[in-house]
Structure formats: structure tokens, C-alpha cells
């Protein structure tokens, strides 16, 4: 009965020694005696007790690595304080055991100088500007090298960039300026642009001025032109009729009527200024030879 107990137990030591099971996206390396003997996959998997064991444990998951802060010297010999974060992934288990003694420290301190050397090659100001050149630097700089440590590193993200305390000031400062400066240019282009709205107005108004001048010039001669041209017509078409009315019988009697009319009333009228001093004809006669020739003028008028 203590010999079946007895081999039960060493059974069940034998079965859980053998037995591995491996959880996905990890591997495990076995080594028997010593040596390297393999992987283990995710999965069950039978090992020998005693002889084999499970020297290795990696996940094959992306890793986040934080990056200690580090001081950095730029170009133009400022100081920044930089930190990051780095990604990478076990790609080959046998090399991350055997490559390196602790890869993660590998890849931590590669990083830190690897981001030296590259703000090393920068001004102050482009190393704000170059986030991306510098992280993409880092990780071909840190992929080179953790080949050998069966580690891939996928990328690099600066997480910060501190400068010193009086640089903060003097680009504050700086950007102060700059915002003031635009400022200043966008008030003068302001008062740039009302000026030539302004000259633009008054432009357009003086022309506009000038052609409501002109148009009234030529209306105005227009309605000249027009009341000339009525007045001619009148006056042709009133000589006509006096013409006509003149062929007439008696047409000549009612002309020296007319002018005898006209005549008296002529000097009725200079008779009237108090200031005029009438002269009149010694022969009154005169007033008939006057009459007389008016009617010649006409009759010659009307012959011709």
C-alpha cells in the first residue's frame, strides 16, 4: 500500500514536470543539461523531467518602455531635458535569452544615447520642430544593434522637451514679440486698406460727379438746341400766316393798321416815361411815308 502511494506521488511530480502549458503570445526556452534544446510554443507541450527545464520566459506582446529623463546638449550648446518612451517586441526568444544579459537595459541605455547623438546635431529651435526626424533617428539608430538581441524596436515618441528656465523666458519673450509685431503689421495694413477705400470713393464720386456735370451740359444744350429750333418754327410758321393773310383782300389795309398801331403806340409809351423827352415830328406826315415804306418792304417781300 506505501509503495503505490509512494509511486503515485513520484507520478504526479513526473506529470506536472513534463507538462508545460505555454500561454499565447509568450515563449518559453528549454534547456536540457545546460544547452539550449528549443522553444516552447503557446500550448501544451511535454519536456523531460529532470533533464529538461524552462530556462526563459518572454512575451511576444508590444512592450512600452519608459525612458528615463536624460539632459540633453543641442548644437548651439543648450541644455534640454528629454524624456521618451519606447516600444519594442520579442521577435526571437532564443537571441533575447542568449544575446544579451538583460536586453531591456540594452535597449534603455542604446535609446538615451542614441537621442544624445541626435539633438547633439540640432539647434535649439529644430528640435521642437524635428519630433518626428528625431524619434524615426532613435529607431533606426536602436533597430541596428537589438538585432542581435532578438528585439524589434517599432518605435520612439518624445514625451518631453524642457528647457532651461531662462530660455523659457527669452522665447517667451521672443513669441511676445513676434505676436505684438503682427499685430502692429495688421493694424497698418488696416489703416493702409481704409486709405485706398477712402481714395477709392472718392474717386468714384468725382466721376461719378463729373458724369452727372456732363449729362447735365448736354441736356441742357439739348433743350437749347430744342427750344431754338421751336422758336424758328414758330416764327417761320407765324410769317407764313402773316404772308398768307397779307395775299388776302384787305390783307394790305390790316398791315398799315398794324404798323400805324405799333407806331402810336411806340410813342405812347416814350410819352409815358416821366424821364424821356418826346420829340415829335414837325410834319406828321413823316409818320405816313413811314407806314408807306413798311408796306413796300412787304409788297417786295411778297413778290419775291
Known amino acids: 500500500m506505501e509503495v503505490a502511494i509512494v509511486l503515485l506521488v513520484v507520478a504526479i511530480v513526473f506529470i506536472t514536470q ?20 528549443g522553444t516552447l510554443t503557446p500550448g ?33 550648446n543648450t541644455q534640454l531635458q528629454v524624456d521618451g518612451i519606447l516600444y519594442f517586441q520579442v521577435t526571437d526568444p532564443m537571441r533575447a535569452s542568449y544575446g544579451s544579459s538583460n536586453y531591456i537595459m540594452a535597449v534603455t541605455q542604446l535609446a538615451q544615447t ?6 547633439g546635431k540640432l539647434e535649439l529651435d529644430k528640435t521642437f520642430e524635428e519630433r518626428d526626424m528625431i524619434n524615426a533617428q532613435v529607431v533606426n539608430a536602436i533597430d541596428e544593434a537589438a538585432l542581435n538581441w532578438g528585439v524589434k524596436v517599432l518605435r520612439y515618441e518624445i514625451k518631453d ?16 514679440a513676434e505676436r505684438e509685431k503682427r499685430a502692429l503689421i495688421a493694424a497698418s495694413e488696416g489703416r493702409r486698406q481704409e486709405q485706398i477705400n477712402i481714395a477709392t470713393g472718392e474717386r468714384e464720386a468725382f466721376i461719378a460727379r463729373s458724369e452727372g456735370e456732363k449729362q447735365a451740359a448736354i441736356n441742357k444744350a439739348q433743350g437749347e438746341a430744342t427750344a431754338i429750333v421751336t422758336v424758328a418754327s414758330a416764327t417761320a410758321q407765324a410769317l407764313e400766316r402773316v404772308a398768307s393773310a397779307i395775299e388776302k383782300p384787305g390783307g ?33 406826315s413823316e409818320v405816313s411815308g413811314l407806314i408807306a415804306s413798311a408796306m413796300r418792304v412787304v409788297q417786295q417781300g411778297n413778290t419775291k
Not at 45 to 64: G, T
Not at 164 to 176: D, F, H, S, V, W
Not at 256 to 276: F, G, M, P, R
Open 18 to 37: 513534463a507538462v508545460k502549458v505555454v500561454p499565447q503570445q509568450h515563449a518559453w526556452i528549454r534547456e536540457r543539461l545546460g544547452k539550449y534544446a
Open 44 to 76: 501544451m507541450n511535454l519536456i523531460i523531467p529532470f533533464v529538461d527545464r524552462v530556462a526563459y520566459k518572454h512575451s511576444l506582446k508590444e512592450i512600452p518602455l519608459d525612458v528615463p529623463s536624460q539632459v540633453c546638449i543641442t548644437r548651439d
Open 161 to 176: 522637451l524642457t528647457p532651461p528656465n531662462e530660455i523659457l523666458r527669452a522665447m517667451q519673450a521672443q513669441i511676445t
Open 252 to 284: 394790305a389795309d390790316a398791315v398799315q393798321l398794324k404798323i400805324a398801331e405799333s407806331a402810336v403806340h411806340a410813342y405812347s409809351k416814350v410819352a409815358q416815361d416821366a424821364n424821356t423827352t418826346l420829340i415829335v415830328p414837325s410834319n406828321i
Open 114 to 119: 542614441s537621442l544624445r547623438s541626435v539633438i
